[in-house]
C-alpha cells in the first residue's frame, strides 16, 4: 500500500485529503509544519508527497530541496501561489506536479495516482533478463536501480527527469518533439506545457554538468536530442 504524506499547516485541507486518499486505499500520515514533514520525508517511508508552499517552521520550498538531496520520490506542490514563476520555480526544485488552491479532493486523487503510477512504471519501462546498463559518453543509465552516474559519480534525479533522460540515452541522435517528451515524462496527453519542459530540461543540463548543449541539444522549432559525440 502507497503511503502519501500531507503536508499543509490547515487542518481543514489535510483531514478532507485523508478522507479522500484513504477511500481511495492509501495509508496517510500529516505534516502541519514544514520541520514535521522535512523529518517525515527522512524517514523514508512515505512514497509521495501532497506539499504546501506557505508552513510555519520552514516552507514547502526548503523541504523540497532537501527532499531531493536523498529521494526522488513524486512530489506534488499544493499552493494558493498561480503565478508562473512560482510554478516554475516548484518545477525547477524537483515537484512533479503543482496544483492550486482551492482545487478538487477528487483532482488530487487522480493527480496522486498518476504520478504514483509513473513513478512505479519508471522501473517497468523496460524488462530486461538480467541486470541492464545504458552507456552514453560518460553517462551510465541504470534501469533497473533506476540511477545516472556520470563518471562513476551518482546523478540524483526525480522520476521525470529519469524518464526524459532514459528516453534520450535509448536514442542518441534523435530529436524528441516536446509532445514526446512531455507524454514520456510526465505519462499524460500533452497540452501547452512548454515552461515545464523547459525547466525539466534546464534541470538536467545542470545535473550533468550540460553547460553549453554538451549533451542535450536545442533543435530549433523542433526539440531537443542527445548529442552522438
Known amino acids: 500500500m502507497d503511503r502519501i504524506l500531507i ?24 505534516a502541519a509544519d514544514g520541520k514535521e514533514a522535512a523529518e517525515k520525508l527522512k524517514a523514508g517511508d512515505i512514497d509521495l508527497c ?60 487522480a493527480r496522486v495516482k498518476t504520478n504514483l503510477r509513473r513513478f512505479h512504471e519508471m522501473r517497468q519501462d523496460r524488462k ?13 543509465l541504470d534501469l533497473d536501480a533506476c540511477c545516472v552516474y556520470k563518471n562513476e559519480e551518482k546523478i540524483d534525479l526525480t522520476s521525470v527527469e529519469f524518464r526524459i533522460l532514459s528516453m534520450f540515452m535509448e536514442h542518441p541522435g534523435k530529436v524528441y518533439t516536446k509532445q514526446q517528451i512531455y507524454e514520456r515524462g510526465w505519462g499524460d496527453e500533452y497540452a501547452v ?21 554538451e549533451y542535450i541539444k536545442t533543435i530549433r522549432g523542433l526539440g531537443y536530442r542527445l548529442e552522438r559525440e
Request: charged share 30%; hydrophobic share 40%; net charge negative.
Open 193 to 213: 506545457a512548454d515552461n515545464n519542459i523547459m525547466v525539466c530540461i534546464s534541470k538536467l543540463r545542470a545535473k550533468l554538468g550540460d553547460t553549453d548543449g
Open 7 to 30: 503536508a499543509d499547516d490547515e487542518q481543514e485541507i489535510r483531514s478532507l485529503l485523508r478522507l479522500y486518499l484513504e477511500n481511495a486505499g492509501y495509508a496517510v500520515s500529516e
Open 50 to 109: 501532497l506539499l504546501d508552499i506557505m508552513m510555519p517552521e520552514t516552507d514547502g520550498y526548503h523541504v523540497l530541496k532537501n527532499l531531493r538531496e536523498f529521494s526522488n520520490i513524486p512530489v506534488i506542490i499544493i499552493s494558493a501561489k498561480d503565478t508562473d514563476p512560482e510554478k516554475i520555480l516548484g518545477l525547477d526544485l524537483g515537484a512533479d506536479d503543482y496544483m492550486v488552491k482551492p482545487f478538487s479532493p477528487l483532482e488530487a486523487v
Open 128 to 140: 530486461p533478463a538480467a541486470h541492464e546498463i545504458i552507456k552514453h559518453r560518460e553517462l551510465s
